[in-house]
């Protein structure tokens, strides 16, 4: 099982920006698919962006454009880097990858992704 610990969250004002950090240990997962997601309160869980262990990558709408996901081989560190952040961001953000894959063939469904983290709070104020 693949362990995953996201950090980098907090509060910043509308227009700032926050790079967040996903960590994996126990098993290496660089060639893996590996997600973002967020949930707002009384909210679903809605995809943010993933990207492949080939590097092919996708966005949702609400997001595209003003963010960017990367990975780095040597840290096995997942990164979703988010700028012009607006108070709809405001979420907890999770990570998530489905070890075994490295396409992301389950693309936004959560219910695809079987490792998850533990979240970490953005809140983006007025």
């Known amino acids: 099982q693949v362990h995953l610990a996201e950090s980098g969250g907090g509060s910043v004002q509308a227009g700032g920006s926050l790079r967040l950090s996903c960590a994996a240990s126990?098993?290496?997962?660089?060639?893996?698919?590996v997600a973002w997601f967020r949930q707002a309160p009384e909210r679903e869980r809605e995809g943010v962006a993933f990207?492949?262990?080939?590097?092919?990558?996708n966005y949702a709408d609400s997001v595209k454009g003003r963010s960017t996901i990367s990975r780095d081989y040597a840290k096995d560190t997942v990164y979703l880097e988010m700028n012009n952040l607006k108070p709809e961001d405001t979420a907890i953000y999770y990570c998530?990858?489905?070890?075994?894959?490295?396409?992301?063939?389950?693309?936004?469904?959560?219910?695809?992704?079987?490792?998850w983290g533990q979240g970490t709070q953005v809140t983006v104020s007025a």
């Open positions: 998530a990858a489905h070890p075994g894959y490295t396409d992301c063939r389950g693309g936004f469904s959560p219910l695809w992704y079987n490792d």
């Open positions: 126990g098993v290496t997962y660089s060639s893996f698919c």
């Open positions: 990207i492949s262990g080939f590097e092919r990558t």
